[in-house]
């Protein structure tokens, strides 16, 4: 059974930074897409950022040049450096991954950035 795990949320002050990680496991297969949703109280799930197994990025536009995301060295893992973080950045963040065509999703680790 794959599972997603998440680490790295918690609470900083506006202009700080933050690294999410997220390691999927359970599978011999590695993942064709992994990403970063996030998902604020009162509003939609929205993609963040994702990387496909050959390395292409997209980026949400609220984060372009603030936030940057790597495959780790580990099969199946994922990490979100958050730079120049905003109070608008406050939600809980998701790590989802694509794996043999079936979508997975993490627990959520939520991310408060203080004014």
């Known amino acids: 059974q794959v599972q997603l795990v998440e680490s790295g949320g918690g609470l900083v002050q506006a202009g700080g930074s933050l690294r999410l990680s997220c390691a999927a496991s359970g599978t011999i297969f590695s993942a064709n897409v992994m990403g970063w949703y996030r998902q604020a109280p009162g509003k939609q799930r929205e993609l963040v950022a994702g990387?496909?197994?050959?390395?292409?990025?997209n980026y949400a536009d609220s984060v372009k040049g603030r936030f940057t995301i790597y495959r780790g060295n580990a099969k199946n893992t994922v990490d979100l450096q958050m730079n120049s973080l905003k109070p608008e950045d406050t939600a809980v963040y998701y790590c989802r991954s694509l794996i043999s065509l079936r979508e997975y999703w993490g627990q959520g680790t939520q991310v408060t950035v203080s004014s």
């Open positions: 990387i496909t197994s050959a390395g292409t990025t």
